[in-house]
């Protein structure tokens, strides 16, 4: 367990204290099994459903990390948050929702639908987020765009670990006839800005869906946001304050898919899940906490995750942060 703090001026009080708790439901969660590894990927189906990590990092830059922490994860539909908010601090709010809403869709993450607008509910699901990546720098090459992303996950992540699954990847593109419809139903819709290359924009949103990252750089993704968009373990300033701000809104409401309203009665946290299992959480103003386990419940997030974060709401009432 790894408890470390940056110095006496301490933002998040009692942090020992949230630790225990943290540890003891990490514990008391050991045995709690569920759910089943997406299959409809094939690599994401061969994931050890045993991987039950942990970690925690303060806007102040104290760390907590408890289980398979350092073990690398696709960030699959978390990446989603992460693409909106990059685009909306170098793009601006009124660009970026000219191609997607601000809804919860009410439905699955990949059903084809649009909202009353001829939008994309959100950014959260897979049209929205499909949608998203053919804003990003649409007129560069692929191997740009690509490089250009992955570049602000690693400052938003603190330039902690941040990898790409090949594997994942082709293993994703090659059993992707539902985002290819999505896609061309979107098209068909005009919704993607005139210069899209389909295909491309797709390769885009399959490879950030297959950026790797582990609990712990998770964590600092995750405080990064907490913390207004300034990386707590770097100081660097990654994102702008008020796409900080739409992200977490859209997270609270979207980021759990048709469990978002549930999430928010019973957690009451920013949040975003990804099929490999992981979900990044928020404390707006207090710290980042991403959990990871594989299995997933019937609505496609982490069975054993989302009880622990329900778990951990019951004894800090996060309604009131
Ligand atoms: O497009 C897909 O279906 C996956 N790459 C991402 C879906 C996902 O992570 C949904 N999250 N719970």
């Keep these: 367990i790894l408890n470390q703090s940056l110095g006496s001026n301490l933002v998040v009080p009692d942090f020992k204290e949230f630790v225990a708790e943290i540890k003891k439901l990490y514990l008391e969660?050991?045995?709690?099994?569920?759910?089943?590894?997406?299959?409809?990927?094939?690599?994401?189906?061969?994931?050890?459903?045993?991987?039950?990590?942990?970690?925690?990092?303060?806007?102040?830059?104290?760390?907590?990390?408890?289980?398979?922490?350092?073990?690398?994860?696709?960030?699959?539909?978390?990446?989603?948050?992460?693409?909106?908010?990059?685009?909306?601090?170098?793009?601006?709010?009124?660009?970026?929702?000219?191609?997607?809403?601000?809804?919860?869709?009410?439905?699955?993450?990949?059903?084809?639908?649009?909202?009353?607008?001829?939008?994309?509910?959100?950014?959260?699901?897979?049209?929205?987020?499909?949608?998203?990546?053919?804003?990003?720098?649409?007129?560069?090459?692929?191997?740009?765009?690509?490089?250009?992303?992955?570049?602000?996950?690693?400052?938003?992540?603190?330039?902690?670990?941040?990898?790409?699954?090949?594997?994942?990847?082709?293993?994703e593109k090659s059993v992707a006839d539902r985002n290819f419809a999505i896609a061309y139903f979107l098209h068909e819709h005009n919704v993607f800005p005139k210069e899209t290359n389909l295909k491309e924009t797709l390769d885009l949103y399959f490879q950030l869906c297959s950026v790797e990252a582990t609990c712990d750089s998770a964590a600092v993704i995750c405080a990064t946001l907490a913390n207004g968009g300034e990386c707590p373990t770097t100081r660097e300033v990654c994102l702008s304050p008020d796409a900080v701000r739409n992200t977490l809104s859209l997270m609270f409401s979207c980021g759990m898919y048709d469990y978002s309203g549930e999430w928010a009665f019973e957690v009451g946290l920013p949040a975003k899940s990804g099929v490999a299992g992981s979900i990044f959480m928020v404390i707006p103003g207090l710290m980042g906490i991403c959990v990871w386990s594989p299995p997933l419940d019937e609505l496609g997030n982490s069975f054993r995750g989302v009880e622990f974060a329900k778990r951990l709401a019951q004894r800090f009432a996060f309604h009131q942060f």
């Excluded at 601006?92 to 009410?106: A, C």
């Excluded at 250009?148 to 400052?155: D, G």
Aim: net charge negative; with cysteine.
């Design 29 to 171: 969660l050991s045995d709690f099994k569920g759910g089943a590894n997406a299959d409809y990927i094939p690599q994401l189906s061969r994931a050890n459903p045993d991987m039950w990590g942990i970690s925690v990092c303060t806007i102040d830059g104290q760390r907590f990390a408890i289980g398979d922490v350092d073990i690398p994860f696709c960030i699959q539909s978390c990446s989603k948050a992460l693409n909106y908010a990059i685009n909306v601090s170098e793009l601006g709010p009124d660009t970026v929702h000219k191609y997607l809403g601000k809804e919860p869709s009410g439905i699955g993450f990949n059903q084809i639908a649009l909202d009353k607008h001829g939008l994309p509910h959100n950014p959260m699901i897979n049209p929205g987020a499909i949608s998203c990546c053919s804003v990003i720098r649409p007129k560069d090459t692929l191997a740009d765009r690509f490089d250009h992303i992955t570049e602000q996950y690693k400052s938003i992540a603190g330039h902690e670990f941040i990898g790409f699954s090949n594997g994942t990847f082709l293993s």
